[in-house]
């Protein structure tokens, strides 16, 4: 296991605090970095993979871009953009209001169940299974995380 300090190279931070903030901060880089790779295979990033998870427990019904700006893990993506990247792969598609053509709502194909089940599947298998964390420890760092956020 390698220490924060050894990560990036630095010996000395001004606290505890400070030193817990830059270790969540380079434990979230090496988590994206991890499912970026991971999702490579099925044609996704991470964020897409977010709005497919998204739709799907929306399911049986669709959701707006802002529903889905709302839940998404990444806040600053553009998640109209990311909307029409998966429309060109065939995973969402877009579903237009009679009345208000600017009204749009998406919903995710039948593709998009099927990378997403397999993404999702290939996630457990290499990122939650190969976890060096016990289960309860992880109960422990996710409510040490809620508190942290505040």
């Not at 990036?8 to 605090?17: A, D, E, G, L, T």
């Not at 090496?30 to 998204?54: C, E, H």
């Not at 806040?75 to 598609?93: I, P, Q």
Request: hydrophobic share 40%; charged share 25%; proline share 3%.
């Amino acid at each position: 296991m390698q220490s924060i300090e050894e990560a990036i190279q630095q010996s000395k931070f001004q606290n505890n605090m400070h030193k817990a903030q830059v270790n969540v901060l380079y434990t979230a880089s090496v988590l994206d970095a991890a499912s970026t790779q991971m999702l490579k295979p099925f044609g996704i990033s991470p964020q897409q993979y977010n709005i497919l998870r998204i739709l799907k427990g929306c399911q049986p019904k669709t959701a707006s871009i802002k529903y889905l700006t709302e839940r998404m893990l990444d806040r600053m993506s553009n998640a109209s953009r990311l909307v029409d990247k998966l429309k060109a792969k065939g995973l969402v598609e877009r579903i237009e209001c009679p009345n208000d053509r600017r009204q749009v709502e998406i919903s995710i194909t039948e593709k998009g169940m099927d990378i997403l089940v397999k993404a999702s599947a290939e996630m457990q298998k290499t990122m939650v299974a190969k976890s060096p964390l016990t289960e309860e420890e992880a109960g422990i760092l996710s409510d040490l995380l809620d508190r942290f956020r505040g």
